[in-house]
């Protein structure tokens, strides 16, 4: 039930909040109007975080530091941290311009790799079978506090600051670590985030089974205002022999009786009931149409009869109400959004049982077709993660002059690393289905002009990938914009 569609749809809503909320490390500004110990603390706290940039291999962000080759070991190479301190913007624009004391570090750095990797904090990690975020944080933060903030030669050096001071010396290392554990932080939003979007499609297939269960309770109220019209002091001859076809009507007494949906019922302890007034105004707005009139005026009635009866139903009187649209939005956050697919595949459900004997087993539509499109939203949303600043410059190479990259819309830079992480890492899907689907949710989701503006983009980002030879699918002129087949 939950198709490709909805997926992207949903992957897109949470790469678009997620990266949106996401610092990977808060870097501390220098403070203003500094003590001695202060100025002195943030210059021990920049050199930090380059010294574990230089520590792993990696070049700092600054034309003074000239840090002599460093031979590091593979477990340390290997380790995030100073791969995701060197890429951090704040940080690369602060160390640009601030590099006064990390000279006196600079000829000290392989001397401070052959201490770690002969300490006991690094023997413990890399003995680890697998290293996890959680893991390679830790392990720059005992490093910080345990050797770096007690090796005399690190205090000897920094004296050639004329601020120095213990205290700053010890208050600089410390925000370092602070810095450190904020980013460790961010993993779990990672694991919270691919949670979330588990979450988020099978509330999809609960919008899916609650609209049938709906009919169930909008089938009660019927009855029940039928027994209420007996009961009356002054009951009409209507009130005492009324029309039961809707009362009675085959489809919503299957669906009374189905496993599914009494299954649903119950684990959630799901019921329509508490929408105040909801129950009353579709009931209402149903007798009150051409289509209740055309039901109870037949000749008569059968399985195919009262299935269509309900399709019609929540096609063109349930799906367009407001009042039904603010019961969704009290039930859950995500059923709005989810509405015009999963009642798509509602109305397609009812359309293939009613094609059905009344007396066939009839199923409704699983939660995913198989395992691999189970699988494809997490693996998509960790593909355009973990790739993001690559496909990301990718995009940035075909922005016109005319544009400021950083005034481009936020979710039209989604959309395109979402479609670019499709592209290169789903082999069995067609380039011209991956460009179609994120140019419609563009057009859906972001700016009048993002569909356009995406299309040029990502045709540019393909094209120079097939020419690169690391696209690893095929791609032609032929199967560029205006194509669009079907998955």
């Known amino acids: 039930m939950i198709n490709r569609i909805l997926i992207r749809i949903k992957v897109v809503q949470l790469l678009y909040s997620y990266l949106l909320s996401l610092s990977e490390f808060k870097i501390d500004a220098a403070p203003e109007n500094a003590t001695r110990d202060r100025r002195f603390a943030y210059a021990v706290y920049l050199d930090m975080l380059m010294l574990i940039q230089a520590l792993s291999g990696l070049r700092i962000n600054n034309p003074q530091a000239v840090v002599p080759a460093v031979d590091v070991n593979k477990y340390i190479k290997a380790n995030r941290v100073g791969k995701a301190l060197a890429d951090n913007p704040d940080l690369k624009q602060i160390t640009f311009k601030n590099c006064a004391d990390f000279a006196a570090l600079a000829p000290m750095v392989q001397a401070l790799s052959d201490k770690i990797t002969a300490s006991e904090a690094f023997a413990e990690y890399s003995r680890r079978r697998s290293r996890s975020l959680d893991d390679d944080v830790r392990f720059w933060t005992v490093v910080l506090e345990t050797i770096i903030l007690k090796d005399a030669e690190v205090n000897h050096a920094l004296r050639a600051n004329p601020d120095f001071s213990l205290t700053g010396l010890h208050h600089g290392i410390m925000a370092a670590v602070d810095t450190l554990k904020a980013y460790n932080s961010t993993s ?118 009262d299935c269509e009866f309900w399709r019609t139903v929540i096609r063109n009187i349930v799906i367009p109400s407001d009042e039904f649209a603010d019961a969704l939005e009290a039930k859950s956050i995500y059923w709005n959004d989810d509405l015009d697919t999963v009642g798509t595949f509602v109305l397609k459900t009812i359309r293939k049982f009613s094609l059905a004997a009344e007396d066939e087993p009839m199923e409704f539509l699983p939660p995913f077709k198989d395992h691999e499109d189970e699988q494809f939203g997490i693996d998509l949303f960790k593909a355009a993660i973990d790739n993001r600043e690559v496909y990301r410059s990718y995009i940035d190479r075909f922005i016109s002059r005319d544009w400021d990259p950083d005034r481009l819309a936020f979710m039209d830079i989604v959309i395109m690393i979402a479609a670019i992480a499709e592209i290169l890492n789903f082999p069995t899907i067609p380039v011209p289905v991956s460009l179609n689907e994120y140019i419609e949710i563009a057009n859906n989701y972001s700016t009048p002009r993002s569909g356009a503006f995406i299309n040029g983009i990502l045709y540019s980002v393909v094209k120079m990938l097939a020419e690169d030879g690391s696209l690893g699918k095929p791609f032609t002129i032929a199967t560029q914009r205006g194509d669009n087949p079907q998955e």
């Open 188 to 305: 779990s939003a990672y694991f919270g985030a691919i949670s979330e979007l588990q979450r988020s499609l099978q509330k999809s297939y609960e919008l899916y089974l609650s609209i049938f269960a709906l009919v169930v309770e909008l089938t009660n109220e019927q009855i029940d205002r039928i027994e209420a019209a007996k009961g009356k002091y002054l009951a009409t001859a209507e009130d005492l022999n009324p029309n039961m076809r809707l009362a009675k009507n085959s489809f919503a007494a299957f669906l009374r009786d189905n496993e599914v949906v009494n299954k649903f019922i119950d684990d959630n302890k799901f019921s329509w009931i508490n929408s105040p007034g909801l129950l009353k105004q579709l009931l209402d707005n149903i007798l009150a149409s051409d289509t209740y009139a055309e039901y109870i005026n037949a000749p008569a009635t059968d399985w195919r009869s």
